[in-house]
């Protein structure tokens, strides 16, 4: 899945790409969008969420809700 992802140019590939890079928790060096290793560390935590939403009665809200009580250093927008 990773490889066929990362040859797709098309829009909504690049938006998969952004969005699991963002999961990944790497930073891409500047002209590389996004390497196979950084891809599948992204899947794998979309996978996680997914199964924690899917397989438990927690919802989006309450895992809102986890994080902010587990990350109280941010700033409210």
Known sequence: M????????S???TQTKKILIRLSGRQMKHG??????ALLAGYM???SIM???NETDCDIG???????NALPFETPD
């Open 2 to 9: 990773v490889w066929t992802l990362q040859r797709d140019d």
């Open 11 to 13: 829009p909504e590939a």
């Open 62 to 68: 309450q895992l809102q809700s986890i994080a902010a």
């Open 32 to 37: 590389r969008p996004s390497t196979a290793s």
């Open 45 to 47: 935590t979309l996978l």
């Open 51 to 53: 199964d924690i939403i």
